[in-house]
């Protein structure tokens, strides 16, 4: 079979979940037992969002091979449960360097390198570059930005082209808003019209139309949609808000999105997609009555997309731990030792989050020396292992001037620092830990039995280490090295195995974590949440 190519864009505003959408479609279509990826082509000029501020792109996910990503890479692992690749996400700067490095090395002859056709081409050839391993049936295609931007320009134009190229084995989807004016009580067509227009305009004509929507469309106006803009009538598909982004691949397949693919693909259409497992995690979720707390502590957390991953994991252990979830968002940079007995003390468990750099690290201490003195569940993740490290040497070795040379590159007592083969390095990307390594936890670790085995994989994106010459120095005081990569001996994971649940790991659990395979050390700890919340409630009730 050939490999079907579906392009997914989007119109009249941004921010419409164009990922959503697009990974609500590639479930559906693996439930049906398809084999389906998605790939996210982003038009900002970064060679990747490894350098990019949380304040201006959101999280920063990683891939198992070390690419740093758009956090869409996360909707789309997170919904499909397949691993993406460096090839599943491409920004104008990597299209445009290798384009430049083809030029530099003469591979066109002298040629006049222009948009059209050596930028389009490379664009097509990456589009095409997954499709050609013969791994997928279907490449699901997200191009970011809004129909309209001239930084899409480009994009556009690659699959004009691409659609007369591929004929029936590609289609377009496209993704607008139909506002609800209050005022006039009404549902308002025209700004998709507008972004249809414009699409056409470029020379491409959407197949299927996803209209995002506060109220319900009619299907008078689905008619009216489909009249203005060329569209069957029966591919104008509604996506109404949901509580749950969880529930739109269910929305999706009772619009037949799934079945308006197939169809127009010329792939045959038959049974019901497979998603007993999916609608089991959302039976749990819409039955959860009773809550469990967590306090995540970072400098970030004004910012909705910052902490997507671990947002995500922690939901996912809450739901199938019969929980739901409140994650109450504790400000780093405000967090001191006259208010945390305030801000942390109705937590069931805390977060120590990840990030780099000085500010807001303080608070992390602080968070860090009241959980471990108060017994409270408590996960620190890359940069909160590194400070779980730290305040541990503090305060509990008597070092009191430990740190980070992160943070002080002359500390007397550098617990946690750059290997030596890192030193030299100037390049950011160069020093950093990036992509899946191998950990071996000790058998009886809190980590290991979390995991149920000793031998694991997860993801890194962190720069400085765990200094080996200190470790004796914390096992004998009581913070445990369980988990230490098997080729270089570098410590992967801490505990207390004194406290109920005080865990740091090097590595970023959260990007392995899925709807249908939900990530084993974030199930532990909401689980210890769970135990310390009724433990705290039997208190209260024999008091």
Not at 132 to 138: I, K, L
Not at 278 to 302: Q, S
Request: aromatic share 8%; charged share 25%.
């Amino acid at each position: 079979m050939d490999t079907k190519y579906i392009f997914v864009t989007g119109g009249v505003v941004s921010s419409l979940g164009k990922g959503i959408i697009s990974s609500s479609l590639a479930c559906l279509l693996k439930a049906r037992g398809l084999r389906v990826t998605i790939q996210k082509f982003d038009p900002y000029i970064n060679i990747d969002p490894g350098t990019l501020n949380p304040y201006e792109h959101g999280e920063c996910y990683v891939t198992v091979d070390g690419h740093e990503a758009d956090l869409d890479l996360g909707h789309y692992e997170r919904f499909t449960n397949v691993h993406t690749s460096k090839a599943n996400n491409v920004t104008t700067g990597r299209i445009y360097q290798s384009v430049i490095d083809k030029e530099r090395r003469g591979d066109y002859l002298g040629k006049t390198v222009q948009i059209v056709p050596h930028i389009t081409d490379e664009i097509k050839r990456r589009v095409k570059f997954l499709g050609n391993t013969g791994e997928y049936d279907y490449i699901i295609t997200e191009i970011g930005g809004t129909v309209g931007d001239i930084e899409s320009l480009p994009y556009l134009e690659a699959v004009r082209q691409l659609r007369w190229e591929l004929g029936q084995n590609s289609l377009c989807v496209h993704l607008t808003y139909v506002p609800y004016i209050a005022a006039a009580k009404e549902l308002k067509t025209k700004p998709t019209q507008h972004s249809v227009k414009a699409l056409q305009e470029v020379g491409i004509q959407p197949d299927i139309l996803v209209l995002r929507t506060e109220k319900e469309i009619s299907a008078e106006m689905r008619r009216k949609i489909a009249l203005f803009c060329n569209v069957a009538h029966d591919s104008v598909v509604q996506s109404m808000d949901v509580n749950s982004i969880y529930k739109v691949p269910i929305m999706m397949h009772r619009q037949h999105l799934d079945e308006i693919v197939l169809r127009k693909t010329g792939m045959p259409v038959e049974g019901e997609p497979q998603m007993d497992s999916w609608l089991h995690f959302i039976e749990k979720m819409d039955n959860a009555t009773e809550t469990v707390t967590i306090g995540l502590v970072g400098k970030y957390v004004e910012l909705q997309d910052a902490y997507k991953s671990i947002n995500e994991a922690l939901f996912h252990a809450a739901t199938y731990a019969d929980r739901k979830l409140d994650i109450v968002y504790i400000h780093s940079e405000k967090l001191t030792d006259a208010n945390v007995q305030e801000r942390l003390q109705g937590m069931d468990g805390v977060i120590i989050a990840p990030g780099f750099g000085q500010r807001g690290i303080d608070g992390k201490f602080t968070a860090l020396k009241w959980c471990r003195e108060h017994d409270v569940p408590t996960f620190g993740i890359c940069l909160g292992m590194q400070c779980m490290v730290i305040e541990f040497a503090r305060n509990v070795l008597g070092l009191e001037d430990a740190n980070s040379t992160e943070m002080n590159p002359h500390t007397p007592y550098n617990v946690i620092d750059l290997m030596e083969e890192q030193k030299n390095i100037s390049n950011l990307g160069g020093t950093m830990r990036l992509g899946a390594y191998d950990c071996v936890l000790r058998p009886e670790s809190k980590a290991a039995a979390a995991y149920g085995k000793q031998n694991i994989s997860e993801r890194h994106r962190h720069r400085f280490e765990f200094n080996d010459d200190y470790r004796t120095r914390f096992e004998e005081a009581g913070m445990a090295c369980v988990g230490e990569n098997p080729a270089t001996h570098l410590v992967e994971v801490v505990e207390m195995p004194a406290k109920r649940w005080f865990i740091g790991t090097q590595y970023h659990p959260e990007y392995s974590s899925t709807v249908l395979s939900p990530s084993p050390v974030f199930c532990s700890f909401i689980n210890a949440a769970i135990e310390y919340h009724n433990e705290k409630e039997s208190a209260k009730a024999s008091e």
